[in-house]
T-cell receptor, first 111, second 116 residues
Framework: KQEVTQIPAALSVPEGENLVLNCSFT??????LQWFRQDPGKGLTSLLL?????REQTSGRLNASLDKSSGRSTLYIAASQPGDSATYLC??????????FGKGTRLHILP | GAVVSQHPSRVICKSGTSVKIECRSL??????MFWYRQFPKQSLMLMAT?????????EQGVEKDKFLINHASLTLSTLTVTSAHPEDSSFYIC????????????FGPGTRLTVT
């Protein structure tokens, strides 16, 4: 049974710093790995999707990597801004559509 | 823990027909429910936000007359795909939240819709 873990649960970083959020999964037979941003009471905003055959994806200041063999994905945020404060979720999906979400990392960027 | 169910898990329908997907929070009252869809090789995309007793808020590009959302109770939201077409074939997933101030969302298992 797939388990997705995100550590730490919360993180505070001064504005301008680069940071890395971690996501680990127990079953490497994934179809894709997705990263989302969540603001309080709002729906998820898709950030990046990495197919199982890919190693990384980039969008603006965000870069996500995937290492299936070690069961890890990271989300790198460059030059953090206060507007980046949110909860970040990763989710693995298998070929049968099943999506397993991590519990998220709550990020707070200090002005 | 909080459990959200979806029904059906898979459905095949003919073009022009309507399909209803149910999302239920089984052991908690969900003030807010969200509907997402996922096209092949793409990420989940938010379609609409539904608050109990009020009209749903749709994301840009989502046709409200085509995707009817009803959130009549604190434990049930339905998504009806009206006059379905093959391009509506997708994976639809709902999530439920306890309220506007919370981060926690609980996801259903999803519904695979195929329109022939």
């Amino acid at each position: 049974k797939q388990e997705v873990t995100q550590i730490p649960a919360a993180l505070s970083v001064p504005e301008g710093e680069n940071l890395v959020l971690n996501c680990s999964f127990t079953d490497s037979a994934i179809y894709n790995l997705q990263w989302f941003r969540q603001d309080p009471g709002k729906g998820l905003t898709s950030l990046l999707l990495i197919q199982s055959s890919q190693r990384e994806q980039t969008s603006g200041r965000l870069n996500a990597s995937l290492d299936k063999s070690s069961g890890r994905s990271t989300l790198y945020i460059a030059a953090s801004q206060p507007g980046d404060s949110a909860t970040y979720l990763c989710a693995s999906q298998n070929r049968d559509d099943k999506i397993i979400f991590g519990k998220g990392t709550r990020l707070h960027i200090l002005p | 823990g909080a459990v959200v169910s979806q029904h059906p898990s898979r459905v095949i329908c003919k073009s022009g027909t309507s399909v209803k997907i149910e999302c239920r929070s089984l052991d908690f009252q969900a003030t807010t429910m969200f509907w997402y869809r996922q096209f092949p090789k793409q990420s989940l995309m938010l379609m609409a936000t539904s608050n109990e007793g009020s009209k749903a808020t749709y994301e840009q590009g989502v046709e409200k007359d085509k995707f009817l959302i009803n959130h009549a109770s604190l434990t049930l939201s339905t998504l009806t795909v009206t006059s379905a077409h093959p391009e509506d074939s997708s994976f639809y997933i709902c999530s439920a939240s306890l309220g506007t101030a919370t981060y926690e969302q609980y996801f259903g298992p999803g519904t695979r819709l195929t329109v022939t």
